[in-house]
């Protein structure tokens, strides 16, 4: 089992930066596949970024590459989100996600375990 909390969500303006942090639970971290997604009111839930276990490989959704980096360190169990020059099509609730192996996946539903979510709002 894999528990996962996120930390990092605010209020920011246009153009302003966020690192959202998410600690996870167990003992076998580096063998699972990381993401971050997100959901807008009104939208479907989408990746923002993925990580494989090892964090050779990463995945970025078209929206926000160059602008996001996703990160992990498996001495510490935590996988990070820097999002910078935010803009307010970003506004969401960011959530965690944890995919046993360690092979990099975007899907949503091939993840086992969600964080409850932190809320980024940018304002223009």
């Known amino acids: 089992q894999v528990q996962l909390v996120e930390s990092g969500g605010g209020v920011v303006q246009a153009g302003d930066s966020l690192r959202l942090s998410c600690a996870a639970s167990g003992r076998t971290f580096s063998r699972y596949v990381m993401g971050w997604f997100r959901q807008a009111p009104g939208k479907e839930r989408e990746v923002v970024a993925s990580?494989?276990?090892?964090?050779?490989?990463?995945y970025y959704a078209d929206s926000v590459k160059g602008r996001f980096t996703i990160s992990r360190d498996n001495a510490k169990n935590m996988v990070y989100l820097r999002m910078n020059r935010l803009k307010p099509e970003d506004t969401a609730v960011y959530s965690c996600?944890?995919?046993?192996?360690?092979?990099?996946?975007?899907?949503?539903?091939?993840?086992?375990?969600w964080g409850q979510g932190t809320q980024v709002t940018v304002s223009s």
């Open positions: 990580i494989s276990g090892s964090g050779s490989s990463t």
């Open positions: 996600a944890a995919a046993a192996g360690s092979v990099i996946r975007v899907v949503p539903t091939s993840y086992d375990y």
